[in-house]
């Protein structure tokens, strides 16, 4: 099973900085044929269901805000949000979708201090 | 607009069986790969498990597989989860998500949930 190490658990930022979280996989999730890394990033606020953030490692999904940006390839790939938002208070999940089991790293839960 | 409703959860003893339903709006159910997926209290997101568009394909993470079975109904729109033999570490909510761009893609489109607890 290819395993999802995201780092840090948590963290806590002021609305307008820039935070940036790290998701590792245990293999490389590029798919040479195509050279696509097959890993998304999603978005949970307290009370509501995972939302799509970030397909293909770095595609923002339509009306997803451009500070969210996603980048990485391989192994090594991060989420960053250009300037925090008091309505981005969330868990942020990556899953890699290269590979049977389909797994999740184990969550970033971004605060606003 | 895309809409997923989970129906059928509830309190259920260990060993017991439930059906979980999901009932598809919006698009064309029958062209998309469909997944179940849950969250136990306070934890993280786990897989449970997928189909492909006309269920010729079907994926169970090993915590499930033998207890759980996914289908489909395209007539019907319906995507299900028999869940036989239950045991309390299934106690979670069941997100109903669609793949894309096949079986083994990423969720572009979850339901509200349905919660599921297994206790006595």
């Known amino acids: 099973d290819i395993v999802m190490t995201q780092t840090p658990s948590s963290q806590a930022v002021s609305a307008g900085e820039k935070v940036t979280m790290s998701c590792k996989s245990s293999?490389?999730?590029?798919?040479?044929?195509?050279?696509?890394?097959?890993l998304a990033w999603y978005q949970q606020k307290p009370g509501q269901s995972p939302k799509l953030l970030i397909s293909w490692a770095s595609t923002r999904e339509s009306g997803v805000p451009d500070r969210f940006i996603g980048s990485g390839s391989g192994t090594d790939f991060t989420l960053t949000i250009s300037s925090v938002q008091a309505e981005d208070l969330a868990v942020y999940y990556c899953e890699q979708y290269y590979d049977t089991p389909l797994t999740f790293g184990s969550g970033t839960k971004l605060e606003i201090k | 607009e895309v809409q997923l409703v989970e129906s059928g959860g509830g309190l259920v003893q260990p060993g017991r069986s439930l059906k979980l339903s999901c009932l598809a709006s919006?698009?064309?159910?029958?062209?998309?790969?469909m997944n179940w997926i849950r969250q136990a209290p306070g934890k993280g997101l786990e897989w449970v498990a997928s189909?492909?568009?006309?269920?010729?394909?079907?994926y169970y993470a090993d915590t499930v597989k033998g207890r759980f079975t996914i289908s489909r109904d395209n007539a019907k729109n319906t995507l299900y989860l028999q869940m036989t033999s239950l045991r309390s570490e299934d106690t979670a909510l069941y997100y109903c998500?669609?793949?894309?761009?096949?079986?083994?893609?990423?969720?572009?489109?979850w339901g509200q949930g349905v919660m599921v607890t297994v206790s006595s």
């Open positions: 293999q490389s999730l590029l798919y040479s044929e195509n050279k696509k890394n097959y």
């Open positions: 189909i492909s568009s006309s269920s010729s394909y079907i």
């Open positions: 998500a669609r793949s894309y761009p096949g079986i083994s893609g990423f969720f572009d489109y």
């Open positions: 919006g698009f064309t159910f029958s062209n998309y790969g």
